[in-house]
């Protein structure tokens, strides 16, 4: 009665390589039972007892069974041996009770046959990240079992078979059929259990009562249903449905390669023979701080809520959006979250802020000065870039790529802020209502709307307010929500790619101007006299800027870097004296008869050169190539690709005095917030204590009365004063609100 079989799953680590076989409890026991036809005995009734025929233990739960067992067979002489032996086993994920394997008569899907029709489905879907087609998903449909359908619950979707006891069964497609063939149901009837398993169908080959089978359908088939099921489809709404069927997109968490994604893939398949979706993004899951998973039982779970309340719906969604691909999987926790909150959303408010408040100050209305069109440079080039920006945005969610629409969102409103509003400012302090007062207002209120509205769909409740301040309450005729808008219009006409391009070449050189400047150690507060540039040439509007930004006397373009910045490029003879170190002289040589400022930027700046030594062709780059650069004397120095600048670091007498009147200025500046001062208030400035400053400060008095809204400067005054320290020297201010 007792013989061997093979099993290719046994293996020796864990005993003797010859295992028992119950083909009624276990998946790979009943396989080989199949396939060598043994008898699937059931010993085990549905409470875990054994059966009566079970002797000595009937009735006896099987687990509470094993210890008689093992006496029994002791008492009787043939236990070899009886050990603890530690083991996985399956237990209840809610209440942690074994379970045991049991087997039972269940309904069946047939997938198996439909699998090349799965596998045809699958090549029409665009997965994100795209390996998830021939990998994780297509993986799992080449293997694709039958579906295991039914479930023996209480609750749940009433599997819709008869069974009659001649054998006859019937699937039941619709109410109008279950009426037609039920002996007796009332007009409402009511589908759910138990009320529907009352209704009996008379049987059409034997005329006898036919009864529901008891079991409920798998869930999933519920979810997989979804794409027709929500619009009641065939029974109505037939348009609806194919208007939207296939959707477009669909996302949920990567777990759902076999749950919900393959439900929707499998039905539609069956029944429409095509995917229910045509686009699917991935997600990866949630980890903590560490990247660990999160669990109640780590401790290490950070709710959803917690950062709802504390950092709002707008700061979680954009974390996600730009933490990483949306497929990796995300590290989760407050701090990232704030510190994104800080990166983009504070700055989108604050420029909002900003106009808002000088706004009403001039009780500005835009809808008053409808069709005008700026000629200021930095309005057309923050318009230019609106639209670039708003173009990009649509390609990218285009192609799904939500994180780099997000970044393309955050950097525009970052160079918003950092550049167009901190430099245009004083436009919007000019005493009268003049045009390029005008112009200045209408362009940041045309770039907020479209920004705004472009954003809507990421930061839905942010730009809602902000719509509402700026254009509702404004037009009356507006849509009346940010969500309502139409997706803002991209206008080729208004780009000037040349314009973006010298702008942002602008914006690096004074970038590097402030590197050099902190090389020096010389705050940007102290005019220097001059920085020179390794760009070509440069239109003199943005030498203008720079020399504002970088607080410069004058700029001059195409300099010849060596005369002020030492360069020093040599192999790096531990790495280079590895791989080619025969060749060392030969690599000094050439190196030494090549441009060095060239050379030394573009390896300091990640790129990579193959030159010829000997014959022999090298890469160099910044592991193998040591490159040092520096200003000489005098010079302070930044460089980066291409772009080379240079400081001449030399302080004047006369720059020095600037320096201090630059200086005052910041500090009463800062005393005006202190002091909680309106913008627009007047103030009088006092000060005493310094004989050398006294001095500056009658050089520049204009300069300091206009900067400070000032009215007048008095000295040494007996009053109570701050004392402060400018550029090393000590002076006592005090100001007062005119
Ligand atoms: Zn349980
Ligand atoms: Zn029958």
Not at 9 to 22: C, E, P, Q, R, W
Not at 294 to 315: C, I, R
Request: charged letters at 25%; glycine letters at 4%.
């Amino acid at each position: 009665a007792y013989y061997v079989i093979h099993g290719d799953f046994v293996t020796l680590s864990d005993g003797t390589g010859v295992v028992h076989i119950a083909p009624a409890y276990g998946e790979d026991d009943n396989r080989v039972g199949q396939k060598y036809d043994l008898p699937l005995i059931n010993l085990v009734d549905v409470q875990g007892n054994f059966i009566e025929e079970v002797t000595p233990w009937q009735g006896m739960f099987v687990k509470k069974a094993d210890e008689k067992i093992i006496e029994t067979m002791k008492e009787s002489g043939i236990l070899y041996k009886a050990e603890k032996y530690l083991h996985s086993y399956p237990f209840c994920w809610r209440c942690d009770t074994p379970l045991l394997y049991y087997p039972r008569d269940s309904w069946f899907v047939r997938m198996s046959s439909l699998r090349e029709k799965l596998l045809e489905n699958n090549d029409t879907i665009h997965w994100y990240p795209d390996n998830v087609k021939k990998g994780r998903f297509g993986n799992f449909l080449e293997n694709v079992i039958d579906w295991g359908l039914s479930r023996e619950r209480y609750w749940g979707t009433p599997l819709p078979i008869w069974e009659c006891d001649c054998g006859h069964r019937d699937c039941i497609g619709s109410i109008a059929e279950l009426k037609e063939k039920a002996i007796q149901v009332s007009d409402d009837i009511e589908l759910h259990k138990p009320y529907i398993d009352h209704v009996l169908l008379q049987c059409s080959v034997c005329g006898k009562e036919m009864k529901r089978v008891s079991e409920v359908i798998d869930c999933w088939y519920d979810s997989g249903s979804m794409p027709f099921a929500q619009h009641h489809y065939p029974f109505e709404n037939k348009e609806l449905f194919e208007q939207n069927f296939p959707a477009q997109f669909i996302s949920e968490a990567v777990d759902q390669t076999r749950g919900w994604f393959y439900t929707l893939l499998a039905i539609s398949t069956a029944i429409f023979d095509k995917s229910s979706f045509e686009n699917c993004i991935v997600l990866g899951h949630v980890l903590d701080k560490n990247g660990i998973k999160m669990s109640k039982h780590k401790g290490n779970v950070l709710s959803p809520f917690t950062v709802l309340e504390n950092q709002g719906a707008d700061a979680l969604r954009w974390y996600f959006y730009t933490a990483s691909a949306p497929w990796l999987p995300s590290r989760f926790y407050e701090d990232a979250v704030i510190e994104v909150q800080r990166k983009f959303l504070n700055t989108l408010w604050n420029v909002y802020s900003f106009y808002v408040l000088y706004a009403q100050i001039d009780q500005f209305d835009p809808t008053k000065y409808q069709g005008r069109t700026s000629s200021h440079v930095m309005d057309k080039w923050i318009i230019s870039k609106l639209n670039t920006m708003i173009h990009k945005v649509d390609e990218n969610l285009e192609a799904y790529d939500i994180t780099k629409a997000a970044e393309l969102i955050q950097d525009f409103t970052d160079e918003l802020s950092n550049w167009y509003v901190r430099r245009n400012r004083t436009r919007y302090w000019a005493m009268d209502m003049i045009d390029d007062k005008i112009h200045a207002y209408l362009t940041l209120h045309t770039v907020l709307k479209n920004l705004v509205i472009v954003a809507a769909p990421f930061v839905p409740f942010i730009t809602e307010e902000i719509y509402q301040n700026l254009v509702v309450q404004l037009d009356e005729k507006a849509p009346e929500s940010v969500h309502l808008c139409r997706w803002p219009d991209y206008d080729e006409n208004l780009v000037d790619q040349q314009l973006e391009q010298e702008m942002e070449l602008t914006y690096k050189i004074c970038s590097l101007g402030r590197s050099a400047r902190n090389l020096a150690n010389i705050k940007n507060r102290q005019p220097l006299s001059k920085m020179l540039l390794s760009t070509k040439e440069l239109p003199e509007y943005y030498i203008a800027i720079i020399k504002e930004e970088l607080n410069l006397k004058d700029v001059e373009v195409n300099a010849n870097m060596s005369d002020y910045v030492s360069y020093n490029v040599k192999p790096n003879s531990p790495v280079l004296g590895k791989s080619h170190g025969r060749f060392i002289p030969g690599i000094r040589k050439a190196i030494a008869a090549m441009d060095q400022m060239e050379l030394a930027l573009k390896i300091t700046s990640g790129q990579s050169i193959i030159i010829e030594i000997d014959g022999t062709p090298i890469e160099f780059n910044a592991e193998n190539l040591l490159v040092t650069m520096s200003g000489l004397e005098g010079f302070a120095f930044a460089g980066e690709g291409d772009i080379g600048v240079v400081l001449d670091t030399h302080i004047s007498e006369t720059l020095r005095t600037e320096g201090y009147a630059r200086e005052i200025i910041s500090k009463l500046q800062n005393m005006r917030k202190d002091s909680s001062f309106e913008v627009m208030d007047k103030i009088k400035i006092y000060m005493t204590g310094n004989a050398l400053l006294e001095e500056v400060v009658r050089q520049y008095r204009d300069y300091i009365i206009n900067e400070t809204l000032a009215v007048e400067i008095v000295f040494d005054e007996v009053r109570e004063y701050t004392d402060v320290t400018i550029n090393g020297e000590l002076l006592k201010l005090a100001l007062v609100k005119q």
